[in-house]
């Protein structure tokens, strides 16, 4: 994610390699950011202090550490921007300082080619223009809509989350496509433009998801059939599961 962003931000008119310092303990890791992107790296978060802006793109059970390790400098005036799941705003500034302006965003991974979705929340005691800058940094990068902290972890499951659904459905009908006999490079094409084309139908045509269903589905036809088997075998009890658990999770890495 935090790769992601770095791409993301490098498409904002006006931002340069030179601008942007990004902390990765690993030398392999840092050497290869540097080939891609021509920022600068270092091996400790301290190491890229002062900064306008604090992006805080690391795994939850590693937020102490960074926090660690910029706290004998502090961050100053900077804007921290956290994208680690279940990590409230409230603790961010217990961990960073309560004079810090901090933000908590739930991006995902199609930011890295202008079509993300994130959702920010703002600290309690950060001043309304922070808000105003965070959504026009991630929707540079895609949409991004301001959401109360309370629903962050459904946000989770749904957006942050989401990609991954879609990904495992796509792979699941090409490789059923492939077992009937299709070439594994159509099988893709078909999955992948169908689903792209489905959304922007569903963005354009402003259906509902039951009106948008119902339209291809033709009585007795082959739509119904697969919605028929497919709910037969508790596709929509597996998707629920699914959604509620990634959102118990998240909600789990907050406390």
């Known amino acids: 994610m935090g790769q992601a962003i770095c791409s993301g931000v490098l498409?904002?008119?006006?931002?340069?390699?030179?601008?942007?310092?990004?902390?990765?303990?690993?030398?392999?890791?840092?050497t290869?950011?540097?080939?891609?992107?021509g920022v600068t790296t270092c091996s400790n978060a301290c190491e890229g202090?002062?900064?306008?802006?604090v992006i805080l793109a690391v795994k939850p059970n590693k937020v102490d550490e960074v926090a660690a390790q910029v706290a004998p400098s502090g961050l100053g005036s900077a804007t921290l921007i956290s994208v680690a799941a279940g990590v409230p705003t409230a603790r961010l500034?217990?961990?960073?300082?309560?004079?810090?302006?901090?933000?908590?965003?739930?991006?995902?991974?199609?930011?890295?080619?202008?079509?993300?979705?994130?959702?920010?929340?703002?600290?309690?005691?950060?001043p309304s223009g922070t808000?105003?800058?965070?959504?026009?940094?991630?929707?540079?990068?895609?949409?991004?809509?301001?959401?109360?902290?309370?629903?962050?972890?459904?946000v989770?499951?749904?957006s942050g989350s989401g990609p991954a659904y879609f990904e495992l459905l796509a792979k699941l009908m090409s490789e059923t496509a492939c077992d009937l006999g299709m070439d594994a490079d159509l099988a893709r094409t078909l999955t992948i433009q169908?689903?792209?084309?489905?959304?922007?139908l569903l963005e354009r045509s402003e259906q509902s998801f039951d009106e948008a269903i119902t339209?291809?589905?033709?009585?007795?036809?082959?739509?119904?059939a697969a919605l028929d088997a497919m709910r037969a075998d508790g596709l929509e009890e597996a998707v629920d599961d699914g959604v509620r658990a990634a959102a118990r999770r998240s909600e789990e890495l907050s406390s």
């Open 11 to 30: 498409n904002i008119d006006g931002v340069t390699p030179a601008s942007i310092t990004v902390a990765n303990p690993g030398q392999e890791k840092r």
């Open 32 to 37: 290869a950011i540097e080939e891609r992107f």
């Open 49 to 53: 202090l002062p900064a306008d802006t």
């Open 93 to 126: 500034s217990t961990l960073f300082g309560e004079d810090v302006p901090v933000a908590r965003v739930m991006p995902n991974t199609p930011l890295l080619y202008g079509e993300g979705m994130s959702a920010v929340s703002i600290g309690a005691d950060t």
């Open 131 to 154: 808000a105003d800058f965070v959504v026009a940094l991630f929707q540079s990068m895609g949409r991004a809509v301001v959401v109360e902290e309370r629903i962050q972890d459904v």
């Open 156 to 158: 989770t499951a749904i």
């Open 194 to 200: 169908t689903m792209r084309g489905t959304a922007e």
């Open 215 to 224: 339209a291809v589905s033709s009585p007795g036809g082959t739509t119904v």
